[in-house]
């Protein structure tokens, strides 16, 4: 089982910037991808960036360009850098890790990111 702990989270003007990070613990050996997904009131949760252990990258539309994803596999630890913050990227933030032998899906408790105009 995999457990997850995000952090970084909080409010922020239009704009700004924030680091969200993740860290894995657990039976970890087996992650094979590491990601963000988002999800505001009233909407589905929907994939926000994603990151293979080869380093392969994919990120939804709305966030390429402003948005990067990355992973020290030594910590165990994924980070979304978040730049040019807008009112829209507001929500809660899930950290995803995927198992590659049952791709069985791990989720972390959630950080709200706020983004005020």
Do not use: H
Not at 23 to 50: C, D
Not at 71 to 80: C, F, G, I, Q, S
């Amino acid at each position: 089982q995999v457990q997850l702990v995000e952090s970084g989270g909080g409010l922020v003007q239009a704009g700004g910037s924030l680091r969200l990070s993740c860290t894995a613990s657990g039976i970890i050996f087996s992650i094979n991808i590491m990601g963000w997904y988002r999800q505001a009131p009233g909407k589905q949760r929907e994939l926000v960036a994603r990151i293979l252990t080869t380093g392969s990258t994919n990120y939804a539309d709305s966030v390429k360009g402003r948005f990067t994803i990355s992973r020290d596999n030594a910590k165990n630890t994924v980070y979304l850098q978040m730049n040019s913050l807008r009112p829209e990227d507001t929500a809660v933030y899930y950290c995803n890790a995927v198992d590659r032998s049952t791709t069985i899906s791990s989720w972390g408790q959630g950080t709200q990111v706020t983004v005020s105009s």
